[in-house]
């Protein structure tokens, strides 16, 4: 695992909420459906055990209704409220990994470490992404795709950033 933390994608964000409430936001279905993934989407979660060893399956649908791309996470460890890891691919409806809708060369698994830490009632964010055992092909990939992973992330965060507000 080490190897690719060189090639990792991390970032930042803090949230004007409690860190027990942003942990919520993402291990809690009634939480999640509201707010993850890209502006542009929206979020039907057909399957969330957010645990340990637990998973999740849901898709996101474009806006305009003609886009539909199905993700799936594997849930590595889940330490309330400080961590939450993941390995995440896109998938098909029964959650078999499938291609990436937009490259053939992206890489099948992303790891996802997502840390909380707790500032003043306030929750800094870190999140640090990495491709699991992926090809020099799918690795440079990953890496000329940053820029795009940083707006859909900013717009991602925008929006829990939005919903955790609406709870106050």
Known sequence: ???????SFEFTRVFDAPRELVFKAWTETIHFSKWWGPKEFTLKVVIMNARSGGRFLGFLTSTDGNRVMWRKFTYQEVIEPEKVSFIQSFSD???NTVEAPFSGSWPLEI???I???EDEGKTVLKL????????????????????MLQKDLEGTFDKIADYLVSLK
């Not at 055992?133 to 799918?138: R, T, Y």
Request: charged share 20%.
């Open 115 to 117: 840390t909380l830490e």
């Open 128 to 147: 640090k992404g990495f491709p699991v055992d992926a090809s020099a092909e799918e690795q440079e990939s990953y890496n000329s795709m940053a820029p």
């Open 1 to 7: 695992m080490d190897n690719n933390l060189n090639h």
């Open 93 to 95: 409806e029964q959650g």
């Open 111 to 113: 790891m996802n470490v």
